[in-house]
């Protein structure tokens, strides 16, 4: 039931025919009690619309999604250090102004600890490879930054991240705007299979292997054994042929949809200033593969 107290929340982009982010916020406010509801708000043209419509709606915050995310953080006058290193937000709260945040990076970052926490610590020989250079690996990067700074012995980072990418710009806008960090630099496709031993953590962050995607994979099958995990953030389909070939070759993996269901409980908790119970995270969970196995 809603009623004039009732607060409005939605997801701002083009297209969301197939956004599972209403499932995610209604489910939450209906088991925290919250009075609220979240809608979607589809349109390609939000960039000459502008936000005072929805301000004058007496909407309180959007989740935005492509491809908007650049224009959402340029309509801000406050953002949080993630949106201002990357120079995009996933998140608007209408408040005192306009205030942008990115939560990308923390579902992502989420996912990885809650999976395996060993997978983020400062002080592994084992290095970490990032596929592609676009927003969310931006995102994904700032996040374990923050992470491996946070739990580093005396200030030093013994882990190697390393950036396989097409776009030579795009990775070294990421390794610019990180501060050209020397725990962090770039390699290439051969020089990952050489070294494949030295690796433990693979996210992949390029939309290769999404449905309705194609192109070629950044790396190939034979890399993975049963040493490594995986992370491809791709959650449609469940199981990318990326996962299909690492699971062949015993690798761990960790869930996709994982990072969509940690952001957007972040971004929930910024909403509605509540703190986001276990048990609700289970249930969310559990409807959110439901919804992406009958997609199949």
Known sequence: MYSKHTEIFGILGYPLGHTLSPLIHNTLFQLSGYDGVYLVFE??????????????LGVKGVSVTIPFKEWAYSQANIVCKA????????TLLFRKGIEAVNTDGTGAVTSILKFNPKLLDPNKENQILVLGSGGSAKGILF?????LHKNAKKGKIQRKVKILARNEFATKEILNSLGNPEWLGTTTK??????????DLVIHTTPVGMKGFGGEPLLHSDFFSKKHTLFD????????????QAKKKKAEIIPGYHMLLYQGIRQFELFTNTSV???????????LLKQLKNRV
């Open 43 to 56: 349109n390609e043209r939000w960039n000459e619309i502008g936000l005072r419509p929805l301000i004058d």
């Open 143 to 147: 996040s374990i930054a923050e992470t």
């Open 83 to 90: 949106s201002q290193t990357m120079g995009s937000s996933n």
């Open 190 to 199: 051969e020089n990952c299979m050489e070294e494949t031993e030295n690796y």
């Open 277 to 287: 119970k276990s048990k609700w995270i289970r249930k969310v969970e559990s409807l």
């Open 233 to 244: 953030i791709v959650y449609n389909p469940l199981e990318t042929d990326l996962v299909r």
